[in-house]
């Protein structure tokens, strides 16, 4: 089984209940952010919105990071 690299860092020892989409480490639920990712599917001029975004689980380090660079 897998451990949370987060709690691994803060020296507690927890299971992982899924993977950061961004860098792949093990996370618990604690450490794990949704991220809603806008979804836009077709192709120009119809391209059309989502109205639900694709929930993505990701670290909080990622997520800092991905807000700082952006999504594109
Ligand atoms: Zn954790
Ligand atoms: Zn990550």
């Not at 860092?9 to 992982?16: I, K, P, R």
């Not at 604690?30 to 119809?46: A, C, F, I, W």
């Not at 059309?48 to 660079?69: A, V």
């Amino acid at each position: 089984m897998m451990k949370c690299y987060d709690c691994m860092e803060e020296g507690s020892d927890n299971e992982a209940a899924c993977i950061c989409i961004s860098c792949g480490k093990g996370l618990c639920a604690d450490h794990t952010k949704e991220l809603e990712m806008p979804v836009s599917v077709g192709t120009p001029p119809n391209v059309k919105r989502l109205p639900k975004g694709l929930p993505r689980l990701i670290c909080k380090y990622c997520i800092e990071k991905t807000i700082e660079d952006g999504f594109d």
